[in-house]
């Protein structure tokens, strides 16, 4: 019975708790709807306020936008209204320059008529003077030319003459005492080679030993240095003749290890000549340094300063071209410090100017290119290839280049420093006076003091004083550029006139 009241009761506590749980979800059914409906309503006024402030941005934009646009038209309408103005007023002008432009043409053509009838007018008074003076144009001014000529060619050459010698007597004076000073401060002694160098022997029996047997010694000789072997009848001496100087004194020392040796036969003549030129090899380059230590230049490559020091053996005229090359450095040296230059590049341009001497006999080419092709390869800079090359040039190019010209010439100039043969030295004589014979009115030419100085005497009907100045210039003009010659010439236009009578 009590099982059954459990049951009862437990069906029942069953029902009332799903009553009770209905009833709680139909309460929270209805809190959810009410929560719903109010979120609904408050999104709708939201949404109410939004399209209400829509409307009014709308509004204020679209108001915004019309006041923009009539501005815009307005502003455009004004702009029209400029442009129409300007376009008025630019076609006003451009009418008023067609009426200007029209004028100045209707000027010119009068202008041109004016200038056509005063044109006739000069043609006709010019045919009246012609016919008056009996002369036409062309003669009335030749005639015009000539007087004026006559009275102003006296004023003339005196002015000349006057601005030549005041310019010429102060600039000569100054360059005097330049080179003077240079030339008392530099003292040099000269030698003069020839191409001819001797050999000493003990006694004459050696001459034999020396042509050996069938003259195979003097062959062997004669083939391997290029030099040719004299054996004449000078006591104790035999002669080594060559062009090359470095040849001859590789026979020559090659003779003296022979004679020194006692032994000669060709095998001992080769391995003599190989040591002569070792031995003649350091000789070069010893010179080379000696001539660099003498006038304090540095820096010179070693093949460089070998190539200087076989100018050792190598003249010019008669003078030592190191030697030479030496004394142009130290001239150079003083003209650059009287100036102002570079002391060190004078002294470096002037040891080189003459560097294509010492290999002009086995490179093809003047000694100036030579040189300059030298220069350029050891890597020289341009203030030094350019003495070098310029030297002997009329224009050399640059202030340093002038300055080892002068120091050349000084060098070459000096009395005894270089020799010439008399047959030169007549040619030399003879080229002289035949340019200057060259010109027209010359009568008679001299060319005096060694070739120093041309006196012209010219005919005193053909050459006046102006020609005569005229002609003095020419000719020595023609002389820098036919002749080669150390120093200076000086030229003298002599024109005079003889007048003879007899008193009887």
């Known amino acids: 019975m009590e099982y059954i009241f459990y049951v009862v009761l437990a069906i029942g506590g069953f029902f009332i708790g799903y009553w009770i749980r209905k009833q709680k979800a139909l309460g929270e059914t209805t809190s959810a709807e009410a929560k719903t409906e109010k979120i609904i309503n408050e999104a709708k006024s939201k949404q109410k306020e939004i399209i209400l402030e829509a409307q009014d941005k709308a509004l204020k934009i679209i108001n915004e936008s019309k006041k923009e646009e009539q501005t815009q038209r307005q502003e455009t309408k004004n702009l029209q209204s400029r442009l129409e103005k300007r376009e008025n007023s630019f076609s006003q002008k451009l009418l008023e320059l067609q009426d200007k432009q029209q004028k100045l043409f209707d000027k010119v053509s009068r202008v041109e008529e004016v200038k056509e009838k005063i044109k006739k007018i000069k043609e006709e008074q010019l045919q009246k003077l012609e016919k008056i003076a009996d002369m036409n144009k062309e003669e009335a001014k030749e005639i015009l030319v000539k007087n004026v000529e006559s009275q102003i060619k006296e004023d003339l050459l005196m002015r000349i003459n006057k601005l030549e010698k005041f310019g010429s007597d102060e600039l000569e004076q100054k360059a005097r005492d330049i080179m003077a000073g240079a030339m008392q401060r530099l003292a040099s002694t000269y030698t003069s080679e020839m191409t001819t160098t001797m050999v000493e022997l003990p006694n004459d029996e050696m001459k034999g030993r020396v042509i050996g047997r069938e003259g195979r010694n ?35 020392r090659a003779l ?8 000669i036969h060709p095998t001992k003549i080769e391995e003599a000549i190989e040591s002569a030129k070792k031995d003649l090899a350091i000789d070069i380059k010893k010179a080379g340094e000696e001539a660099m230590y003498e006038i304090g230049v540095t820096g010179l490559e070693p093949k460089l300063v070998q190539i200087i020091g076989r100018l050792k053996y190598r003249t010019s005229y008669g003078q030592n071209a190191l030697r030479h090359s030496v004394e142009v450095a130290h001239l150079a040296a003083l003209l650059a410090e009287e100036l102002n230059m570079d002391v060190t590049l004078a002294k470096k341009a002037g040891l080189l100017h003459d560097i294509g001497k010492a290999v002009d006999h086995e490179v093809q080419g003047t000694h100036p290119e030579i040189g300059r092709d030298i220069a350029k390869k050891f890597k020289l800079s341009q203030d030094v290839i350019d003495p070098i090359e310029t030297h002997h040039d009329d224009h050399p190019r640059g202030l340093m280049a002038v300055i080892i010209k002068v120091a050349d010439a000084i060098s070459a100039a000096r009395p005894g420093a270089r020799h010439d043969s008399f047959e030169k030295y007549l040619q030399r004589l003879e080229e002289l006076e035949s340019i200057a014979n060259s010109f027209e009115g010359v009568e008679k030419t001299y060319a005096i003091q060694a070739g120093r100085e041309v006196r012209v005497f010219v005919t005193p009907e053909d050459i006046d004083d102006l020609k005569a100045h005229n002609l003095a210039k020419e000719v020595a003009s023609k002389i820098e550029k036919e002749l080669k010659y150390p120093g200076e010439i000086k030229v003298s236009v002599i024109r005079e006139m003889r007048v003879t009578e007899y008193a009887r």
Do not use: C, Q
Request: charged share 30%; glycine share 6%; hydrophobic share 40%.
């Open 218 to 252: 003097i062959k062997a000789i004669e083939h391997l240095t290029g030099v040719e072997i004299i054996v004449d009848d000078t006591p104790n001496a035999i002669t080594v003749s060559g062009f090359s100087a470095i040849r001859r004194h590789v026979a020559k």
């Open 256 to 263: 003296e290890y022979l004679i020194k040796d006692g032994r």
